[in-house]
């Protein structure tokens, strides 16, 4: 098991890694919409609403799956967390362009809230290219 950390990403704000990458596969934590950069140790911001989040959510889960040797290509399975079913049409706009063609697994989880009131958090498994 190899423990995936890149400072492209928004870096962890708890006792957890930005992805773990095992048995060929890549788990990466769920990503809140924060903007970049954001420096370990400092509280990093919001974008505003829910479309720039979920940008911004795709953006860090880009490069986490970047640096464990996967792609958004490779992406197997898609949770998408949200406070308001509301929001469902603006998120999936930017989810659809941003994979394009790819079309991986997924579900769409409605919660109460999020933490720090994101309106958005992903998480995603991908395949790794071999090691």
Do not use: C
């Not at 098991?1 to 788990?27: C, K, W």
């Not at 949770?79 to 603006?90: A, K, N, S």
């Amino acid at each position: 098991m190899e423990l995936i950390n890149t400072a492209d990403a928004t870096p962890p704000a708890g006792h957890y890694s930005q992805a773990v990458r095992a048995n060929g596969f890549v788990f990466v934590s769920g990503q809140l919409g924060f903007l970049a950069p954001a420096q370990a140790g400092a509280r990093p911001q919001l974008a505003a609403g829910a479309s720039a989040q979920t940008e911004e959510a795709l953006r860090s889960v880009k490069a986490i799956l970047t640096a464990a040797g996967a792609s958004l290509s490779t992406v197997s399975s898609v949770t998408v967390y949200i406070p308001d079913i509301g929001l469902w049409d603006e998120v999936n706009r930017v989810y659809e362009r941003v994979f394009g063609d790819h079309r991986p697994a997924r579900a769409v989880v409605p919660t109460r809230g999020l933490h720090y009131g994101a309106l958005v958090e992903i998480s995603v498994v991908a395949v790794a290219a071999p090691s």
